[in-house]
């Protein structure tokens, strides 16, 4: 409780002090605006200026026209306050530069920007595309600048406008199965290097920045999930959908026991890079059937099939009730192939995937706090197919296993951390006790 309200408190203050102040960004040193209204101010000479330190154009080229469009509004709720820019060039690279792109600044409502700040959300993006972009082979789009200023905690993030389908997320029209093939496939290009690195701990040390899923942040989580329940309640019933009776007994004890398996996660050999938001409407098509995710904000080292488990309370659920367990296959297959989890089985696979579902109902309890008449639609149909899953999948028999200890990732983990038998010999034992053998752990206990 006292991590969690003194990060709050410190990040009001921060931002009460600095927010609406402009400084240099800590990769780029350079003093970039902070809002659309400053980047408009700024003109074509500022813009020029952080194409070129972000490589997008050459010393001998220039912005000569900008048109900007913001999206949303001052009173957005967004995640990001967000622009779109169409630009002209001269000189040397100007058939070759980047003709639109898009701004993204940090969210304009207070309370927004406070939930963004305290977790640094903002500021992993930035870094994602600095650090850990050019590292993945999937497709995702071009960044032409991203900077962070650490006493601030503005940033400012131009990337490539691009172009495909992007379907609705509460859609419930006919899903191809080809697309749904295709984020397999995405998904095992992010999670499978770096299943094989022991991660968090043995992440490389560039990497040290990515938030991890046992974050001491999140253990407040349950109790304003607690708060919560009854706008979850009423939204609920206001779309005549009741509460299944095990999900209403239990939600408590399912709140109090959400931090649990999160800490549960970050010691079990599925810790990996995710992306952390694979909602339908962040992931885009395009003519040759490949697919491409945006918006990182929320990237972390979590577990694989906790991934999976977001993907798919927010597809059709038609989609879900007969392509699940084939796509999740192909996803765990693909991560065997590159010898991620070669050692692992798809039933234990399984088991934090149902397990997980958990997390996908938190996230829905706490959406139903901000509900609009914009996004209420979007919160229930997430929810409603959250539910159905941890029907299909009888939540609760898992939900106690994990109680008892019993799942096949925990039984891994105390194989782990058990000491061999002391040595035995047929000689005169010395006075000294044998050593415990030390075993390979590929993950090691949370800080």
């Known amino acids: 409780m006292c991590d969690f309200y003194c990060a709050l408190v410190s990040t009001i203050c921060k931002l009460a002090c600095h927010a609406k102040k402009r400084k240099r960004g800590v990769l780029h040193d350079i003093n970039f605006p902070?809002?659309?209204?400053?980047?408009?101010?700024?003109?074509?000479?500022?813009l020029t200026e952080l194409l070129r330190a972000g490589g997008a154009i050459g010393e001998n080229t220039s912005v000569t026209k900008m048109d900007l469009a913001p999206l949303g509004d001052e009173?957005?709720?967004?995640?990001?306050?967000?622009?779109?820019?169409?630009?002209?060039?001269?000189?040397?690279?100007?058939?070759?530069?980047?003709?639109?792109?898009?701004?993204?600044?940090?969210?304009?409502?207070?309370?927004?920007?406070?939930?963004?700040?305290?977790?640094?959300?903002?500021?992993?993006?930035?870094?994602?595309?600095?650090?850990?972009?050019?590292?993945?082979?999937?497709?995702?789009?071009?960044?032409?600048f991203a900077d962070y200023c650490a006493k601030t905690g503005n940033v400012l993030i131009l990337i490539e406008l691009?172009?495909?389908?992007?379907?609705?997320?509460?859609?419930?029209?006919?899903?191809?199965?080809?697309?749904?093939?295709?984020?397999?496939?995405?998904?095992?290009?992010?999670?499978?290097?770096?299943?094989?690195?022991?991660?968090p701990e043995g992440a490389?040390?560039?990497?040290?920045?990515?938030?991890?899923?046992?974050?001491?942040?999140?253990?407040?989580?349950?109790?304003?999930?607690?708060?919560?329940?009854?706008?979850?309640?009423e939204l609920m019933k206001k779309y005549d959908d009741p509460i299944p009776e095990f999900v209403a007994k239990n939600k408590n004890l399912y709140m109090d026991t959400s931090y649990k398996i999160q800490q549960?996660?970050?010691?079990?050999?599925?810790?990996?890079?995710?992306?952390?938001?694979?909602?339908?409407?962040?992931?885009?098509?395009?003519?040759?059937?490949?697919?491409?995710?945006?918006?990182w904000q929320l990237l972390s080292w979590s577990v694989s099939p906790a991934e999976m488990s977001y993907v798919f309370i927010n597809l059709?659920?038609?989609?879900?009730?007969?392509?699940?367990?084939?796509?999740?296959?192909?996803?765990?297959?693909?991560?065997?192939?590159?010898?991620?989890?070669?050692?692992?089985?798809?039933?234990?696979?399984?088991?934090?995937y149902i397990i997980s579902l958990l997390g996908c109902l938190v996230k829905g309890v706490l959406s139903c706090a901000n509900l609009t008449d914009d996004n209420e639609k979007e919160v229930y149909v997430m929810n409603q197919r959250c539910i159905i899953?941890?029907?299909?999948h009888n939540f609760h028999e898992c939900f106690e296993k994990f109680q008892r200890g019993e799942l096949k990732y925990q039984q891994s983990q105390k194989?782990?951390?058990?000491?061999?038998?002391?040595?035995?010999?047929?000689?005169q034992p010395k006075k000294e006790e044998a050593k415990p053998q030390q075993h390979s752990v590929t993950r090691v206990s949370i800080l």
């Open 415 to 427: 194989s782990a951390r058990k000491p061999a038998s002391r040595a035995t010999t047929t000689t």
């Open 264 to 295: 549960s996660w970050a010691r079990s050999e599925w810790v990996t890079l995710t992306h952390g938001d694979c909602k339908r409407d962040n992931w885009y098509f395009q003519d040759d059937g490949s697919a491409g995710l945006l918006d």
């Open 204 to 233: 490389p040390s560039d990497l040290k920045w990515v938030p991890r899923v046992d974050n001491k942040l999140f253990k407040q989580v349950g109790g304003l999930c607690k708060k919560d329940w009854g706008k979850y309640e």
């Open 75 to 144: 009173n957005s709720a967004l995640l990001s306050e967000i622009a779109v820019l169409t630009l002209e060039y001269e000189g040397t690279d100007a058939d070759a530069a980047p003709k639109k792109m898009v701004a993204k600044f940090c969210p304009p409502d207070f309370e927004t920007r406070i939930t963004m700040d305290m977790f640094e959300l903002q500021k992993s993006e930035v870094f994602f595309y600095n650090v850990l972009a050019p590292k993945l082979n999937i497709k995702m789009p071009k960044c032409y």
């Open 389 to 392: 899953l941890m029907q299909k």
């Open 316 to 352: 059709p659920i038609e989609f879900t009730k007969e392509h699940e367990t084939t796509l999740l296959r192909r996803h765990f297959d693909g991560l065997q192939s590159q010898g991620a989890v070669s050692h692992l089985t798809f039933d234990e696979y399984m088991e934090l």
């Open 162 to 199: 691009v172009e495909g389908d992007f379907p609705k997320l509460v859609s419930e029209d006919e899903f191809p199965l080809e697309r749904g093939q295709a984020m397999m496939d995405v998904l095992v290009e992010i999670h499978a290097p770096y299943l094989k690195m022991g991660v």
């Open 34 to 46: 902070i809002n659309t209204e400053q980047l408009r101010e700024d003109g074509t000479e500022s």
